[in-house]
Structure formats: C-alpha cells, structure tokens
C-alpha cells in the first residue's frame, strides 16, 4: 500500500499518539488498526520506563510511590509529545479502533497493577497502613496524574500538574503506619 | 454548502463531543472551526448546568462543592455521550483547531473560576479553613474528576470515578475549620 495513500486524517493524531513519523509509520503493517496497536505500544513502553525509573532501588513503599508520582511530573523529556499516550488513545480512539481499545485497556491494567501490588507488597512488610484498599489506591493515582495533565495541557502551564504531584505526596505520606 | 461534502472523519469526533447529529451540525456555519466551537459551547451548557445544579441552595461551602462532585458522578443521564465535552475537545482538537481550544482552555477557567469562587467566599465566612489555596483546591478538584472519568471510560466501570468522588469527599471535609 502506497504511504500516500494513507495519509488520512488519522495520521496526524497518530503520529502526535506515538512520536513516530509518517514514513516510520506506514511501512510494515497489514492495516491502520494494526500499526496503531504497535506504534501505541511503542510509545506506551517508553513512558512506562520512565514512570518507574529509580522507584525499584526505593524500599519504602511510601517513598518509591511518591517517586512513582515525581516520575509522571518530571520525566517527560524525550517522551511522546502531548503528554501520556494512554490519555490520548483513551480518548482519540475509544471507539474507532476496537484492538487498539483493547490494547489501551490492557495496558492501563497492567499500568494499575503494577502500582497495586507495590502497594500491596509495602502493606504486608508493615510500610502501608493496614486498612488501604491498595486497588483504589493505585486507581486514585494514574487518576489524579491523567487528569492533571489534562488540564495542564489544555492551560499550557506546570502548576496543575505539579499541584496533583503534591497532593499525591501528602495522601502517600498519610498511608503510613 | 452540501452536508454531504463535509463528511469527513472529523464529524464522528464532533458528534461525539457534541452529541449533536450531522444534519444539525452541518447547517448554519460557514467553517467547520467555528461550528466546532458552538457545538462545544452547546454541549459544555449542558454539562455545565448539570455538574451546578442543586448547589446553589447549600449554604454550607464544604456541602455546595462536595454535592459539585458527586454531580459530575451522578447527572450524566442526557449529557454528551462518552463523557466530558472539555476532556473530550482538549484531546482530540489541541492542534487542530486553534479557536476551539482557545474555547476550551476560556471554558476551563470558568469552570476552575466558579468553585474557586464558592472557596473563597466559604473562606471568608469561615466556613473553610483559612490556610486553603482555593485556585489550587479548583484544580485538584477538576483535575481528579477529569482524570477518574477518562479511565472509568477506558475501564468501562463505574468504580474509579466512584473513589475519585470519595476521595475528593474526604478531602473537603477535612478543609473544614
């Protein structure tokens, strides 16, 4: 399939999706829905890497948490432009690409997760308070990070986000012992 | 201008934001830019009135914004499908149509403008604490609530707005004096 061809509106929203270039993006790949799946999982890698960089030479859950947190503010550079690629899937396609929904569920999941059993983990070594629903707990924060980027993008200024990282901050510190 | 010209893929996006259908889009606008953006001033009306309904007969300052909250979890019946008209346009038109994200960002800041304002008038009769940021209050809020739906649509539950509005409930409380 001749890349011109393909150069529909999606393109645009894809490539600010997942960083890549048009030409990148058009060379090996049976259909669009595809491409889209591995470009999202492309760029979902990168920002997941720098999500948790640093947080697993933590031991103390609190603290690796809240690094976890820092992370989402500070390691931004090098990513996909826009913001989470997460975010802009969740929205862009939500209903247009069923895989690439699938794809962005599954990986919110795992995202969810991955901050769950941290959680969990720091609660069974005595670092967690005893009566944190440690599922609510990693939902409250990709929530409250996810809709401060939102903001922050659409006011283009820090202060949204860095105001949700210091409200995180304090909660972590309160799920102490 | 025929209607059927205009069906390019950026109207199944613009139904969605909008909840509006094509045929009524697509009449009385000379651009699609400006159309877009009185779709999203009708659309975000709508919500707008929903998320405030009921609120303003709460004296109680705490009260009025945790009934805002749990407004935006709960008055959806009627309103655009698939969410949050801003959360919806913030994402997918950032790039794409500067006058609708000039919109978007003007009608965030009234959005955050009008529950700072119930904040800071609660804090001048005492009925919030006095160490308060309200502009900073505004934002977690909206940004928590935001956040919450974008993955409670990707999850396709309840839950995660459910917390959101928990937490949020929980935090104004602990705002009172």
Partial sequence: MDASQEETSTSPRLMRATGLEKGGIYRHFDSKQELAVDAFDHAWKISFDA??????????????????????????????????????????????????????????????????????????RGELRSDVDCAKLATLIVSTLEGSLMVSRLQRKEEPLDSACRHLEEYLESMRP
């Fill in 51 to 124: 999500r948790f960089e640093g947080a697993g030479e933590i031991s103390n859950t609190v603290d690796c948490l809240k690094q976890v947190v820092r992370n989402f503010r500070d390691r931004r550079a090098g990513l996909v432009p826009g913001g989470c690629p997460l975010l802009n899937t969740a929205i862009d396609y939500d209903d247009n690409n069923p895989p690439l929904r699938a794809k962005a569920r599954q990986t919110l999941g795992s995202w969810l997760e991955r901050l769950q059993s941290i959680a969990e983990e720091g609660q069974q």
